[in-house]
């Protein structure tokens, strides 16, 4: 009989992996490892056990789940606005009773970083037929039947031996390319880390690679063992023996053990490790507290490069599920799409978050009073408010500069020419080189024409 881990810490003795799959779930998972005990863990285990993945497992679920999923109404002109009055915006914000929104993306995040799946049943009220309710179901329970495509066309959840059939117009089903779990091409790499754990580990706690050891080819008498190995340790042994010289007799001489050489690779086995964790979820090493190599710039880059290339597909994909598995399906939900609030990444950041107001400013993107809303403050009620500001300074790409106009001493234009503000006059004239400027524009103070 083998044993078979199934979780962190506990073991229960089972035949063989398939009657491990069995008990603990069709789609639970699980690693042989390194074991004299034919020992093998779920991918939950892994989870508990291992901390790199437990790191970067936790990273991308409270990246994922901290950005609110909202709901928009398509205009015909093209145009957007959130909406939040439907039963989709609802359901959003309250997926279920005493449950919020972000525990929903949590539970789903982090069922698609261990299975590479989740499965969310949509429950719909009697009366509307409009799903009402949305509950995930553990992925580990669930047996997939697909056609002879690949296309899943039912789920069986299997708890106990029992078996609980899900239509697929009931579920929306979210899924990594090919549905396959981030910790399945890991399955060596967290076989060698738990290895190197343990054997570090046991060599901690049993002493099997000791510094040294008294020497000697007298044969001693089995009386005299325990004694000699007390006196030595006493004398010896311990922090506050540091430095003592000894004095031996009975021929005893003192051996210098050096450190082995599989001690000595564990150390790189197991930085190799977590750096493979790391590209197979796609995470820059330094999000997860790895800064061997860690400069700001770097450093920087690494939490750009999370937000854009690791969350940024995750996020497509959830909406894009959401959108063809239960927005589109329900037809009063016509126009209604679903996207995630990614500003929300800046609320920690006031510095980032006033400039990307700034930018917006300066590029016509929105209104003093969107800006304002965003920070939830007041509106302004002035007209300009709500006006987007546009920059003076630029040109079209296709305006070609022309001659200024001659502007006489009272500002005003000579007939004849096409009328030309100031601004314009001066544009113009800095297209020229020094001597060919135009006679000095002159007038009187800061409000005269001229100036």
Not at 54 to 71: C, E
Not at 84 to 112: D, H
Not at 160 to 178: C, I, Q, R, S, W
Not at 399 to 404: F, G, L, M, Q, S
């Amino acid at each position: 009989m083998s044993r078979v881990i199934v979780s962190a810490g506990k073991s229960l003795p089972l035949g063989s992996l398939a009657q491990a799959r069995m008990s603990v779930g069709p789609s639970a998972g699980l690693i042989p490892l390194l074991r004299a005990d034919g020992a093998a863990s779920t991918y939950f285990g892994m989870y508990r056990s291992q901390p790199w993945i437990f790191a970067v497992v936790n990273k991308i679920t409270r990246g994922v789940s901290r950005l609110p999923l909202h709901s928009f109404q398509m205009g015909a002109d093209g145009t957007r606005e959130r909406e939040r009055v439907s039963g989709l915006a609802r359901l959003l914000s309250s997926p279920a009773p005493r449950t919020s929104g972000m525990w929903l993306r949590q539970q789903v995040a982090f069922s698609l970083c261990l299975y590479g799946n989740a499965l969310v049943v949509a429950q719909k009220s009697p009366r509307s037929n409009e799903p009402s309710e949305l509950s995930l179901v553990p992925w580990k329970f669930v047996k997939v039947h697909v056609d002879h495509y690949g296309v899943p066309i039912q789920y069986d959840v299997v708890v106990g031996g029992k078996a609980e059939t899900l239509a697929f117009d009931n579920v929306v089903h979210y899924e990594l390319p090919g549905g396959i779990s981030p910790l399945e091409p890991l399955r060596r790499t967290l076989a060698l880390e738990d290895a190197a754990m343990t054997w570090q580990a046991e060599s901690l706690r049993n002493g099997i690679t000791p510094r040294g050891a008294f020497v000697t080819k007298e044969k001693l008498a089995e009386q005299t063992l325990p004694r000699l190995r007390e006196e030595l340790a006493a004398m010896y042994a311990g922090a506050e023996n540091a430095g003592r010289f000894g004095l031996f007799d009975q021929g005893l001489d003192w051996k210098q053990m050096g450190q082995s050489a599989v001690d000595a690779e564990l150390i790189n086995q197991r930085k190799l490790s977590r750096e493979e964790v790391c590209a197979a979820y796609d995470m820059p090493p330094s999000q997860v507290g790895i800064l061997d190599h860690a400069t700001y710039s770097n450093t920087e880059q690494g939490r750009r490069s999370f937000i854009v290339d690791t969350l940024g597909p995750w996020l497509n994909m959830i909406e894009e599920t959401l959108q063809a598995q239960l927005v589109r399906p329900h037809k009063p939900w016509d126009g209604l799409f679903v996207e995630h609030n990614t500003s929300e990444i800046l609320r920690p950041d006031p510095e980032a978050r006033a400039r990307t107001h700034l930018m917006n400013a300066q590029s016509s993107v929105n209104t003093v009073n969107e800006r304002r809303k965003v920070e939830n403050l007041p509106r302004i009620d002035h007209p300009a408010a709500d006006l987007p500001a546009m920059p003076v300074n630029m040109l079209p790409v296709t305006a070609v500069p022309t001659e200024p106009a001659q502007v006489e001493q009272d500002g005003s234009e000579p007939a004849g020419v096409p009328a030309q503000g100031l601004s314009d006059a001066l544009t113009a004239a800095a297209f020229r080189g020094p001597g060919d400027m135009p006679p000095t524009i002159s007038g009187g103070g800061t409000d005269e024409p001229g100036t």
